[in-house]
C-alpha cells in the first residue's frame, strides 16, 4: 500500500509539473520540464543509496537521523493527537511530552548548539507530517521534497531567465544539473525546504518591485517565515542584497561603491550588536559555529558519571569497551581529557592514562571527518573574521583541489570548479554591459555574503560541497549577465551547440 500512495504522488506531481504555471520554464517544452524533475528524484534515489549501502550507520546520515527521529513525534497521531499538535506547533510543549517523545529523539538537542534555535526541529516535523500519509515509505518523504524544491528552482529561473534569456541553456544547467545542487538538494534535506522557500521568496520580491500587488506580500511574508525556521541565516543574507536592489533601483549608478557602502554598513551593525547585546554579536556567532564544527570534525566521544565529564579522542576510539547498552569504561592506561562538574567545567584537565576501570554513560560518540581543511578555532572577534575571509571564500569557489577528490561525492565539485573558473575567464576577456545593474548586484551581495560566512564556519571539505549549493546559482547568474555570448560563438561557432 506505501508504493500505492508513492505512485499516487508520483503521478499526480507529474501532471502538476505539466500542467500548472508554477513549474513552467521558459525557453524549455513540458517534456523538459518533466524529465528534469524525474531525473531529480532519481538524484533522490542515488542519495538513498549512498547513505543505505556505501555509509550505512544512520546515525550520523543526515537524509536518516532526522526522518528517524520523526518516528518517535509521529507515534503521537495515534496516541495522543493533541501532543502531535503541540510538537509539530511548538505550541504547548511540557515535561510530559519532553520526557515521552522528545527526550528519545537522538537530535531534537544537539551536542553542540550556539544557534538561536535548532533548525533541526523544522526537518523533524516535516518528516512527521509526510509520514501521516508516506505509510512509513521513505521514497515518500523524497518525492515530497524533490516536489518542493523543484518549484523553488523553478523560480529561480524563471526570475533570472528575464535577466539573461539568452543564456538559458546554461541557466538550466546551473540550477537543475549542477551535480552538487541537484543532489543535495533531492532528498529529505533542510537544503530542499531552504531553496522552495528561497525561490518564492526571490520571485515575489522583483514581482512586486514590478507590479506592487499586495497578494505577493503573503506569499513574501510565508516564504520569509518558512526561510526563518529552516535557515535563519539566509533572511540575514537577503537583507543586505535586497537594499542593494532597491538603492539602485531608486537612484541607479555606482554599483561597487553602493556595494561597499552595503558592505561596510553591515560589519558596522555588527559591531552595534557586539556592543548593546554581546550574546548576539554576529562575530562571536560565526565563530561559535566554526568551533563546534572543528570540535565535530574532530570527533570522540564525550562519557559522563556523577563527578566528570570525560572526552576521548577518535584515534582512541578502540580502546573504549562498551558492556551492556551506553555504560563503558576505558582500557587502563588511556589518554583522555576531562571536566570536573563540580568546578561547573571551569578546566581542561588530563590524563595520562587511567589506573582502573572506570563506568561512563556515552554522551555523543562521533566519528572523525575524513576531509578537514581548517583545524583552527575562530577567535570571536571582528578583526579575526575579516582577515580569515579571502581564505575562507577561495575554499568555498575553487576547492576541492584536483589532488583532494578523494571520495565520489566531492570528485564532481572539481567539474563544477571548473564551470566556474571558465565563466570567470569569459566574464573577463569577452564582458559586456552588465544586463540588469540591480539584479546584477542583488546576486553579487547575496553570493559574496554567503560565501564569506560559508568559509568561515566550514572547516571540512565535505560540508562546504554541501553548503555552497545556495551561493553557486548566484555567483553564475552573476557571471552570465556579464558575459557576451555573442562574442564567444563568433570567437568559437562551434560553442553555439551547447550555450
Not at 2 to 12: C, R, T
Not at 43 to 61: K, Q
Not at 112 to 127: C, V
Not at 222 to 245: D, E, N, V
Request: net charge positive; hydrophobic share 50%.
Amino acid at each position: 500500500m506505501a508504493w500505492v500512495v508513492f505512485i499516487i504522488i508520483a503521478a499526480f506531481s507529474v501532471v502538476l509539473i505539466r500542467t500548472r504555471p508554477a513549474f513552467r520554464l521558459p525557453g524549455f517544452n513540458r517534456n523538459t520540464t518533466t524529465l528534469l524533475f524525474l531525473l531529480k528524484v532519481a538524484a533522490g534515489f542515488a542519495l538513498w543509496y549512498v547513505y543505505t549501502v556505501y555509509y550505512p550507520d544512520r546515525t550520523y546520515a543526515d537524509i536518516w537521523k532526522f526522518y528517524d527521529d520523526s518516528a518517535i513525534m509521529h507515534e503521537a497521531v495515534h496516541e495522543n493527537p493533541g501532543d502531535f499538535f503541540s510538537m509539530l506547533t511548538g505550541i504547548g510543549i511540557d515535561n510530559r511530552i519532553e520526557e515521552t517523545y522528545l527526550m528519545r529523539m537522538n537530535h531534537w538537542h544537539q551536542p553542540f548548539e550556539s544557534n538561536l534555535f535548532n533548525d533541526s526541529h523544522t526537518i523533524i516535523r516535516f518528516n512527521a507530517m509526510v509520514r501521516i500519509f508516506s505509510l512509513g515509505n521513505y521514497h515518500t518523504h523524497t518525492l515530497i521534497m524533490c516536489l518542493l524544491s523543484f518549484m523553488g528552482l523553478g523560480a529561480l529561473y524563471r526570475w533570472a531567465y528575464k535577466i539573461v534569456p539568452h543564456w538559458k541553456r546554461l541557466l538550466l544547467f546551473t540550477l537543475f544539473l549542477l551535480p552538487s545542487l541537484v543532489f543535495w538538494s533531492s532528498g529529505v534535506l533542510k537544503e530542499g525546504l531552504m531553496l522552495f522557500a528561497l525561490g518564492i521568496f526571490i520571485e515575489q520580491f522583483w514581482k512586486y518591485l514590478q507590479d506592487k500587488k499586495k497578494v505577493r506580500i503573503i506569499y513574501i511574508l510565508l516564504a520569509a517565515a518558512l526561510l526563518a525556521i529552516t535557515k535563519l541565516y539566509m533572511l540575514a543574507f537577503l537583507a543586505p542584497a535586497i537594499i542593494m536592489a532597491i538603492w539602485l533601483r531608486i537612484r541607479p549608478g555606482f554599483g561597487i561603491i553602493k556595494f561597499v557602502i552595503v558592505i561596510i554598513a553591515l560589519f558596522g551593525t555588527g559591531k552595534l550588536i557586539e556592543h548593546f547585546r554581546p550574546q548576539l554579536s554576529p562575530a562571536r556567532i560565526l565563530a561559535m559555529k566554526h568551533n563546534d564544527f572543528v570540535r565535530l570534525a574532530h570527533g570522540g566521544t564525550y562519557m559522563y558519571n556523577d563527578t566528570v565529564v570525560v572526552y576521548l579522542e577518535a584515534e582512541r576510539r578502540s580502546f573504549l569497551v562498551c558492556t551492556n547498552g551506553d555504560s563503558c569504561t576505558l582500557e587502563k592506561n588511556t589518554p583522555f581529557s576531562y571536566w570536573r562538574i563540580e568546578d561547573n567545567f571551569a578546566d581542561t584537565l588530563k590524563s595520562e592514562g587511567n589506573t582502573s576501570r572506570v563506568n561512563y554513560k556515552v554522551l555523543t560518540d562521533i566519528p572523525k571527518a575524513g576531509s578537514i581543511i581548517d583545524n583552527r578555532f575562530l577567535k570571536p572577534d571582528f578583526t579575526s573574521i575579516l582577515l580569515a575571509i579571502p581564505k575562507s571564500a577561495m575554499n568555498v569557489v575553487l576547492r576541492p583541489y584536483p589532488w583532494e577528490a578523494r571520495s565520489a561525492l566531492i570528485f564532481p565539485s572539481l567539474l563544477e570548479n571548473l564551470f566556474i573558473v571558465i565563466l570567470l575567464i569569459a566574464a573577463f576577456f569577452f564582458r559586456r554591459n552588465i544586463t540588469d545593474p540591480r539584479v546584477f548586484w542583488f546576486c553579487v551581495t547575496l553570493a559574496a555574503i554567503n560565501i564569506a560566512v560559508i568559509g568561515l564556519t566550514t572547516p571540512v571539505l565535505g560540508a562546504i560541497v554541501r553548503y555552497r549549493i545556495t551561493a553557486l546559482p548566484f555567483l553564475i547568474i552573476a557571471l552570465l549577465q556579464v558575459a557576451d555570448r555573442e562574442k564567444l560563438i563568433r570567437k568559437w561557432p562551434i560553442l553555439a551547440r551547447f550555450l
